[in-house]
């Protein structure tokens, strides 16, 4: 080690500007966000190319193969599946890629440990992490629709596409955040994906049409997310007047995930 | 200073006190050891002072203001060197230091800044693009180290600091550690090398089940158990007996035929004999 310790003389430079509470609560949004940055940055190759498998084969097994056998009125079988790809890949990664990491710095790691005892109000930094999952639930979701266009898909885009997107990404990253602070062990963290993720994957109107399902069941579908994120997306795509209560209701969703994880981890008093 | 008060500890489901009633009271600038045997709750002590656990009840204060997690002003004062290893092994060493000061609100450039300095001075700054998982278990530990020295902490805990490093390293962060002291920071660490307290802290507890039992300087304890020690082989056993002066022990020695070394006492005689499991017994 040097000798010389230069490094304690800048304490002076510290105490010159205290900071103030908002600009931890914005610095803790911001750092989850670089981070969230920095892991993507390590594996961006690896987290693209896993990103786009599912994806494609659910578009050649289910939209090429199983569409050909599907009459769809007249649009193609494709053009309803991708919206619903979409829907399905932002939930499917804002969750994971919050859910699966955060478990990981909790529970084993243990750099979580760091931010607990850090300034930063947890809160903030948690909000920092849902947008860093959304961000790449958005990022996927791109991906998909780049994917989409050597199958030839027909769909409208506008910038409201992607602010569901993102919603979407959002409210699932939220999920996986309450999921990770819940989670005893790693496995909950795929249990949890068991019985809340992979039904939703099938079922909310990302396949087939919720319309197909029977009444008393739909009705449940109904009050799911992803129902209703595939059923903005698609109403997009086909360039119809879109439902803006399921915005809303995703939105309010969206806040009550927030509040819910605030109040968990508040509770919490061994993290 | 910090002000421990009455701190009590149950873990959910566990059925014995993890702390059961601490109190202590730390000033500013000292150097303060927490020594007791493995389970006897340092961690958990520490854990709750940094506020990554909290109590079941009691109150932690802080320079006069009580302690929690909401407080950022106060956690800003301090930093904590974990017992494990706590850093993310996925990200390379200086963003393991980004991190941290990020977290702790410092700007960009102050962060380049310190983290070249602390790198070099923890003989790390080879390595500072390396991954966190590729360093060994002892660089991990100085990287723990240097991160927590990042934010200019006034209050330092450290949870075993120098398990797992190698003797030159060991003395190289007790040499840091009263360097920081000389300076004015407040540390509090636990350790297992009781030599590392004495050399360290001005002030030492003792804990065990939970419960504090002595609390004094380093110096003071040693002489009230008597500064000189014979170690006597006997009954297939080491027994020590301590001596206030060198006369007596050498006394004690002409006494008998049984194989005898006279040395100083030491620190971990203290603890040995405090513990209960000690072999020793007063002459
Ligand atoms: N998360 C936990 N859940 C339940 N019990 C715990 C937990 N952490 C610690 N304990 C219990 O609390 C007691 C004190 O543990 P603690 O980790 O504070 O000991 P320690 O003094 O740091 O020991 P060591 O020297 O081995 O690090 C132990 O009996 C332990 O079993
Ligand atoms: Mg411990």
Redesign the interface.
């Known amino acids: 080690?040097?000798e010389k310790?230069?490094?304690?003389d800048?304490?002076q430079?510290?105490c010159a500007?205290e900071?103030s509470?908002l600009?931890?609560v914005f610095?803790?949004i911001?750092?989850a966000v670089?981070?969230k940055w920095?892991?993507f940055k390590?594996?961006w190759k690896k987290i693209t190319a896993s990103s786009l498998i599912s994806p494609l084969l659910y578009m050649l097994a289910l939209g090429w193969g199983l569409g050909s056998m599907v009459n769809t009125g007249d649009r193609p079988y494709i053009d309803f599946l991708v919206p619903g790809i979409i829907a399905l890949t932002t939930m499917n990664t804002g969750y994971n890629s919050v859910s699966v990491s955060l478990n990981v710095?909790r529970l084993y790691?243990?750099?979580f440990?760091?931010?607990?005892?850090?300034?930063?109000?947890?809160f903030s930094?948690i909000i920092g992490q849902m947008i860093g999952g959304a961000l790449r639930g958005m990022y996927a979701g791109v991906l998909i629709l780049l994917l989409s266009i050597p199958f030839g898909v027909s769909i409208h885009i506008n910038p409201l596409f992607f602010v569901v997107m993102f919603l979407n990404g959002m409210l699932f990253s939220a999920l996986g955040v309450l999921a990770s602070v819940i989670a005893a062990s790693h496995l909950d963290i795929s249990r949890f994906s068991t019985f809340v993720i992979i039904p939703m994957t099938f079922l909310c109107n990302t396949m087939f049409p919720v319309e197909r399902m029977p009444a008393a069941v739909g009705v449940i579908i109904s009050c799911l997310p992803l129902t209703h994120t595939s059923r903005l997306l698609r109403g997009i795509a086909y360039g119809e007047s879109i439902n803006l209560l399921s915005i809303l209701f995703l939105v309010c969703l969206l806040a009550a995930f927030i509040v819910l994880t605030n109040v968990v981890v508040?509770k919490k008093?061994?993290? | 200073m910090i002000q421990i008060k009455d701190i009590t500890k149950k873990?959910?489901k566990a059925e014995q006190y993890a702390l059961d009633k601490v109190s202590l009271e730390i000033g500013t600038g000292e150097a303060f050891g927490i020594l007791g045997p493995n389970g006897a709750g340092k961690t958990t002590l520490m854990?709750i002072i940094?506020?990554?656990?909290?109590p079941s009840s009691g109150n932690i204060f802080v320079d006069g203001e009580l302690i929690t997690?909401?407080r950022?002003?106060i956690?800003?004062k301090?930093?904590?060197v974990?017992q494990?290893?706590?850093?993310?092994?996925?990200?390379t060493v200086r963003?393991v230091m980004e991190?941290?000061g990020?977290?702790?609100?410092?700007?960009g450039r102050?962060i380049r800044?310190?983290c070249d300095?602390?790198l070099?001075?923890?003989?790390l700054s080879d390595k500072s693009k390396n991954c966190a998982r590729g360093l060994s278990g002892g660089q991990q530990r100085k990287l723990m180290i240097a991160?927590a020295?990042l934010?200019?902490p006034e209050i330092l805990v450290l949870d075993e600091p120098t398990v797992g490093l190698d003797p030159h390293a060991r003395r190289?962060i007790w040499d840091?550690l009263i360097?920081?002291k000389l300076?004015g920071m407040t540390l509090l660490l636990t350790t297992h090398y009781i030599e590392e307290a004495e050399n360290v802290c001005d002030r030492v507890a003792f804990i065990n089940k939970g419960k504090v039992s002595d609390v004094d300087t380093p110096f003071k304890m040693i002489n009230d158990l008597g500064k000189y020690a014979a170690d006597v082989f006997e009954e297939n056993e080491t027994h020590s007996y301590f001596f206030p002066e060198i006369q007596d022990a050498e006394e004690f020695v002409s006494s008998t035929d049984k194989m005898i070394r006279i040395r100083e006492t030491t620190l971990e005689d203290v603890f040995l004999n405090k513990m209960g499991e000690g072999l020793g017994r007063e002459a």
């Open positions: 080690m040097n310790a230069e490094w304690l800048l304490a430079e510290k500007n900071k509470g600009y931890y610095g803790g911001r750092t670089w981070e920095i892991e390590h594996e710095q790691e243990r750099s440990d760091q931010v607990i005892i850090s300034p930063t109000p947890i930094y508040n008093n061994n993290l | 873990y959910p854990s940094t506020t990554l656990s909290r997690r909401k950022n002003d956690k800003r301090l930093s904590f974990t494990h290893i706590s850093i993310r092994k996925d990200m963003e991190l941290s990020r977290l702790s609100g410092m700007s102050l800044e310190k300095q602390l070099e001075y923890t003989d991160r020295l934010s200019d190289k840091m360097n920081l300076r």
